[in-house]
């Protein structure tokens, strides 16, 4: 194919993504909801680069399974990645950050120191990562156009130079269009979500046209690849020179990758809007994954059986040319060069970030930083608006990137392979897991012990790693190699202390990951942290705590800056109105009303402002800056101890409303049982009422029309008469009853009822109660049974409350008795209590006993139990209240001692007074020697073991 | 997110570590010449079977508005 023609179909596919990334910029800025949610997750995807794309194909062809790992890490890490990105988001968020070295320099101690080491070392790692998708650009460029490969050409001719350079300024345009840094890039991933989707279906297509175009089926092309000799064992760990160690290794460090590279931190943390996005990548993201390696094997079988010419690294583009199928080939190439340049987009505007912010601004604001309260012409330079020379400092600093990159792929890139290279930039990312990690969960960890591990990690990353790939074919480094430096072979670059057998990515990333954690760990226990890294540390584990200016509070140097200071460093980053405008914003959410220039920023503006700042220039630039116009004032003590007794207040107050709100439950929950109770006795009031006026108006009715048929009916015959008047009597008796159960409820309620403590004969009013029933008994046919002892028994009471309690018993009993073979049982026994003897009675029925729910209240007034076979029965619920009371003042207790299905037994027990029989001298003995006052308290203590 | 969730998701990389490591390892390593499909049959499984867990833990989630 012409290599114009390539060339200007690239620059077409360059101005759609111009295109896309300029629509995206209109109608997804202003409002956190405008971007669809998917344009998030699918911007992860710049994880897969022309690695992905054609490096995989490449090392699958080679070494078989061991391109796997590169998509096993994420995959494993899924489950927790929201979790972990989650926390990050939210500091970063808080603290405006916006790369992985102002997380790290901000959470230690806000330390410059830490910012330019982990900026220098990401840059270290990373631009040979960027120069070997330029490589990819390249070889995509050679294969469609037969061009020879780009080492032979000069720099001019290299079509990858012109596509570098275009895709300079796409980011140059779209990823440097304000200061602030946070301000995202809707241009940037639009186009990058764009790539993601274009490669994936380019991929498909390559992919599935080969398998069941060419082939017949993943059956067929697996089946043809086991018969071919080079294929046919390259499915084993062996082949491709792996033990478990290095898969354990290889899935490691691309699980530290997929969270640490550059590129993977802007769009995951920077470029977040909403934690929801982070839900739906969370299961988005391993479906790409595994969409993107369905035909990984596929294709490298396919190419080894077709016999493609050239690296298996081309196949995808090689495939589709050989076979004549033009379309595919060019769809494969943009799939290339879409995986490719997503990859330089969002690294060269991360990288330009960190530099600017952690190597490049630092050093250029100290020089040109404002003074305090300047206002004359000699300091004019000092007050010039910066925003614009940041910018371009920034856009300087993206092309010095690229190019960067693009000399590094001349020079070295050319000779090695994307594999090879990419593992190191892996391996380099995953030096920043300890410090990251111990950032957001381990407090105690310090700026020394940070600036320790990481200097650790990378010199070893780099002398096993970096040192065997550049320099092994030299001389002086194929000795040290083979013996190790002044011929100590323990100390060899490729086995260091005798390892052996291990690949050099496991290698390198064990020794070098084992130092970083013990320098951090070590220098983080010998050292103490400083008071704003305490801060920073506390608030990295617990960001929501510091929402506003609190951090202020945590300051051992206060610090004092006029407002009017404050609005002319900001107006020199966003402009005067703007400036203006932020502030005035800011008054109005605080409550401050107008902020005057002459007087002191609140802690809280202070705070504000830096972080402002620290969203256009950086932590330590906006560090750098604000020293210019702070000054800086020991914390008096008075203050410290405002600070302590404040803190104690509020410890106090929190501890007092918690206090108060336990109380308050407490409470609620008392009223609300009572209000159930208050409820439930308004039933069972309005059903006394309605029983007691309905037992009332019963026999009323019933006398009243007896003595009307009587008055208008003088010749009624006189037997007729008698039975008449007998119902109007037993009514009339009944009605008595019935009021003065009413009446006896109301003295015993108010304590008028004065039981008078008389002997009583238990044995003979026992049987006279029982005689009294008789007559029903056998009208009804009830068996009604008295057992009495030969002893006769008396306990001190009323004789006729007594009395009342057992017809009570015995009435209810009646009435619930079924109507054949009913059964009565009254029964007198003494039980030898160890406190004193008692007498028990017990009555027992075999009625259908009383239903479990109903036993606790049946005892309670007004209340009745009704039988489904018999009804509601006669009477006004307030026999048992009644009987109880009674036995109580008699220091006697009355129970429900069983019920079942075969009846129901009740049984009240009083202390015996005095027994007549000499067959039991010793109880007689005991009961005639106990004083009233003894028995009074073997009452009490009775009683309340029956409650 | 809830506790019970977070401690579901740790268990859930728990067991992605050991089922993406071991088991894997001794099927690549055991593996006869050619024999492609036990390999690729365990990681498809596992693999649709990690997305249908993650689905249903951080799935079905509406932004909040």
């Known amino acids: ?947 | 997110m809830s506790n019970r969730k977070t401690t579901v998701a740790l268990a859930l990389f728990g067991a992605a570590v050991l089922l993406l490591n071991f088991p894997l390892i001794g099927l690549v390593s055991g593996n006869e010449a050619g024999k492609l499909s036990p390999i690729l049959i365990y990681l498809g499984v596992i693999w649709v079977g990690f997305v249908i867990c993650l689905y249903r833990i951080y799935g079905n989630k509406e932004p909040k508005k």
């Open chain 1, 1 to 947: 194919m012409n290599s114009t023609i390539v060339l200007l179909i690239f620059v077409v596919y360059l101005v759609t993504l111009f295109g896309i990334a300029g629509l995206a910029e209109r109608r997804w800025r202003g409002g956190p909801n405008k971007r669809p949610r998917i344009a998030y997750a699918l911007s992860l995807m710049v994880y897969c680069t022309a690695w992905t794309f054609m490096g995989s194909i490449g090392k699958a062809a080679d070494d078989g399974l061991g391109f796997l790992p590169i998509y096993l890490g994420p995959l494993m890490l899924a489950p927790v990645w929201p979790l972990l990105i989650r926390r990050i988001i939210r500091v970063c968020k808080a603290e405006r950050l916006t790369s992985l070295a102002d997380f790290l320099s901000s959470r230690y101690g806000k330390s410059r120191l830490i910012g330019v080491l982990a900026a220098t070392f990401l840059v270290i790692g990373v631009v040979p990562y960027i120069s070997i998708q330029l490589k990819a650009i390249g070889s995509i460029f050679s294969v469609l156009t037969g061009q020879e490969t780009i080492a032979s050409l000069p720099f001019y001719q290299d079509g990858a130079l012109w596509l570098t350079l275009l895709l300079a300024v796409f980011i140059i345009v779209f990823g440097v269009r304000r200061l602030d840094a946070n301000h995202r890039h809707e241009g940037i991933m639009a186009a990058i979500s764009f790539e993601a989707i274009f490669k994936l279906i380019a991929f498909l297509v390559v992919g599935g046209f080969l398998t069941f175009g060419v082939f017949n089926g993943f059956g067929d092309l697996f089946g043809r690849a086991a018969q071919l000799t080079e294929l046919a064992d390259k499915w084993s760990l062996t082949a491709s020179g792996l033990t478990g160690w290095d898969w354990f290794w290889l899935n490691f460090v691309s699980m530290c990758a997929f969270v640490l590279l550059p590129r993977q931190f802007h769009v995951a943390v920077v470029e977040n809007r909403a934690e929801a996005e982070v839900d739906l990548a969370a299961w988005i993201f391993p479906i790409y994954l595994l969409l993107i390696n369905i035909f990984v094997i596929p294709i490298a079988c396919g190419g080894i059986l077709l016999g493609i010419p050239g690296g298996a690294e081309n196949f995808v583009i090689a495939i589709p040319k050989f076979l004549d199928w033009n379309l595919i080939a060019i769809l494969a190439a943009l799939g290339g060069f879409a995986a490719a340049s997503g990859m330089v987009i969002v690294s060269t505007i991360a990288l330009s970030l960190t530099i600017a912010n952690n190597i490049v601004l630092p050093y250029v604001l100290r020089v040109i930083r404002p003074q305090r309260g300047t206002q004359d012409g000699s300091q004019r330079g000092a007050q010039a608006d910066l925003s614009g020379p940041i910018m371009n400092i920034r856009r300087l600093i993206i092309l010095f990137v690229l190019l960067l990159a693009y000399g590094f792929y001349r020079g070295v890139a050319a000779q090695y392979s994307l594999i090879a290279i990419g593992l190191i930039s892996f391996t380099a990312v995953a030096q920043f897991a300890p410090v990251t990690l111990a950032a957001l969960f381990w407090k105690q960890a310090t700026k020394k012990g940070a600036i320790s591990g990481l200097l650790a990690g990378f010199l070893v990353w780099g002398y096993t790693l970096v040192l065997p790939t550049t320099l092994g074919d030299s001389l002086w480094g194929a000795a040290l190699l083979e013996h190790g430096p002044a011929g100590i072979a323990w100390l060899r670059p490729s086995g260091l202390f005798g390892s052996q057998d291990v690949s050099p990515i496991a290698h390198g990333a064990f020794w070098s990951l084992l130092l970083n954690v013990s320098g951090l760990v070590i220098g983080s226990l010998n050292s103490r942290p400083t008071p704003l890294e305490i801060t920073q540390a506390d608030l990295f584990q617990h960001p929501e705590k510091y929402a506003g200016a609190e951090v202020e509070d945590y300051r051992l140097k206060r610090r004092r800056a006029r407002i009017g200071d404050l609005q002319k460093l900001m107006a020199r980053f966003t402009g005067n109105q703007q400036a203006a405008n932020t502030l005035k914003a800011f008054a109005r959410r605080a409550g401050n009303g107008k902020l005057e220039p002459e007087n002191l920023a609140s802690p809280a503006l202070l705070s504000f402002v830096e972080q402002r700042l620290a969203g256009a220039v950086g932590s330590a630039s906006s560090q750098v800056l604000l020293r210019g116009i702070i000054r800086e004032e020991p914390v008096q003590l008075q203050e410290v101890i405002t600070i302590l007794q404040r803190t104690q207040e509020a410890e106090r107050y929190g501890r007092l409303m918690e206090k108060k709100q336990a109380e308050l439950e407490r409470l609620t929950t008392q009223l609300r049982a009572a209000n159930r109770r208050l409820q439930e006795l308004d039933r069972m009031k309005a059903d006394f009422v309605s029983t007691v006026t309905h037992e009332l108006r019963t026999p009323i009715t019933s006398i009243k029309s007896l003595v009307n048929i009587l008055l208008n009916n003088p010749e009624l015959p006189l037997a007729q008469r008698q039975s008449f008047l007998d119902i109007v009597v037993s009514e009339s008796e009944r009605l008595a009853r019935l009021v003065s159960q009413v009446l006896d409820l109301q003295a015993l309620e108010d304590g008028r009822v004065k039981s008078g403590h008389q002997p009583v004969d238990l044995n003979n009013l026992l049987r006279k109660a029982v005689h009294s029933f008789s007559g029903v008994s056998h009208e009804r046919d009830i068996d009604l049974r008295l057992e009495l002892p030969p002893a006769t028994y008396e306990v001190l009471g009323p004789a006729d409350r007594l009395t009342q309690v057992v017809v009570n018993l015995l009435g209810n009993a009646v009435k619930f008795v079924p109507r054949v073979d009913g059964r009565i049982d009254v029964r007198l026994k003494i039980e030898d209590n160890p406190v004193l003897p008692l007498v028990a009675v017990r009555v027992a029925d075999n009625g259908p006993g009383i239903e479990p729910e109903s036993r606790s209240y049946i005892f309670e007034r007004f209340t009745q139990i009704t039988d489904p076979e018999l009804g509601k029965p006669a009477g006004s619920g307030l026999g048992l209240y009644i009987s109880r009371k009674i036995v109580e003042d008699c220091g006697g207790t009355l129970s429900l001692e069983r019920s079942s299905e075969s009846g129901t037994e009740f049984c009240f027990r009083l202390p015996l007074h005095r027994v007549s029989d000499d067959a039991m001298p010793e109880l007689a003995q005991r009961t005639a020697e106990q004083t009233n006052a003894e028995v009074a308290t073997s009452l009490v203590k009775m009683k309340n073991q029956a409650r």
